[in-house]
């Protein structure tokens, strides 16, 4: 059973009825969900994965004093601690008496700051641009079992949506660096004989197409080891899991590069013809990097637009 559901199945069984007849008052303005650090929260958990931080437990995220103040606060706590230790042959872990628990009860502002950095969802374009994308991915993930008070929800919703020029501003960056590193440098390192600097150059092209791909999506790329298996489920681009795979998994005699320029430029094209279907450049070439700063042109802040065109990633 994956963890998120083995999330809701407790909360359903044990957790709604605890908050039902222990805190009825309540019920109107508790949030309940598994959100979240942990590959369960992206539904990518396995057995493998249940070794550490496994557990049937789930989130109940509170609104701020003025609503549930510290002591209604801590007897939620103390009534979530006391379910039961074992569900479906799954132990609970231990709470943290010093916080920093994954589940259990949680302020909401407290939740988004430790994600974002601020406690509203209310993002200025700096923020935007300097928040790592995994918290964001961290923080609008997993599954929200309910919300009648719906303040959870509206920052998570705010967030899903990064704004245009942002978007466009670091999708500009990322082109040119899958220009530079693949279409480019890949090649000049391999007619150096330098093999290492080759394959650190399909690095640098594989995560900016990894990038690239996900706000082509417009989604947040989780951390780095999930990246693959969340791109085989992306709706546009995900048949590039398996060309990448192999720019990363070979070598670089002269034949196996060859063959990867080959796909570099599959890719590359690939790419060109999604930004082209989102109306996101007019360039007419297959260079990545003119299709960069046509991507760039569709910024329409002038400070933003103007700014290093590398400046966003």
């Known amino acids: 059973m994956k963890g998120i559901e083995l999330s809701e199945k407790f909360y359903n069984e044990y957790g709604a009825p605890m908050i039902k007849s222990e805190f009825p008052e309540l019920e109107g303005v508790i949030a309940v969900g598994l959100v979240g650090a942990g590959s369960e929260c992206f539904g990518f958990d396995d057995e493998i994965s249940h070794d550490h931080d496994f557990e049937p437990g789930f989130c109940m995220f509170i609104p701020g004093e003025d609503i ?3 002591r209604t606060e801590f007897r939620l706590e103390r009534a979530y601690a006391k379910l039961p230790k074992v569900f479906e042959g799954v132990e609970r872990l ?6 920093g628990n994954r589940h259990g009860v949680i302020r909401t ?56 020029d942002v978007r466009n501003k670091k999708l500009a960056g990322n082109l040119l660096l899958m220009a530079q590193a693949g279409q480019y440098n890949y090649g000049r390192c391999i007619n150096h004989g330098e093999t290492a600097a080759a394959q650190l150059a399909i690095g640098e092209f594989v995560n900016n197409t990894l990038a690239a791909v996900f706000r082509l999506n417009n989604k947040y790329m989780p951390f780095y080891k999930w990246s693959f298996r969340a791109l085989s489920q992306l709706e546009k681009l995900s048949e590039l899991t398996t060309p990448l795979e192999i720019l990363l998994t070979t070598g670089n005699t002269q034949e196996l590069a060859d063959r990867k320029q080959g796909i570099i430029d599959e890719i590359g094209n690939a790419v060109i013809e ?4 989102q109306n996101l450049t007019e360039a007419k070439n297959n260079n990545l ?24 990633v």
């Open 274 to 277: 999604e930004l082209k279907a």
């Open 109 to 164: 502002a407290d939740f988004y700051e430790s994600k974002t950095g601020n406690k509203t969802g209310e993002l200025a374009v700096g923020e935007w641009l300097s928040i790592p994308e995994t918290y964001l991915a961290e923080a609008t993930n997993g599954k929200v079992f309910r919300d009648d008070y719906s303040e959870f929800s509206a920052i998570r919703e705010s967030l899903m949506n990064m704004p245009d």
């Open 68 to 70: 549930i103040d510290s």
């Open 94 to 99: 231990k709470l943290n008496p010093v916080g």
């Open 289 to 312: 990097g003119v299709h960069a700063y046509s991507v760039n042109e569709r910024v329409k802040d002038p400070s933003l637009r103007n700014a290093h065109i590398l400046s966003a």
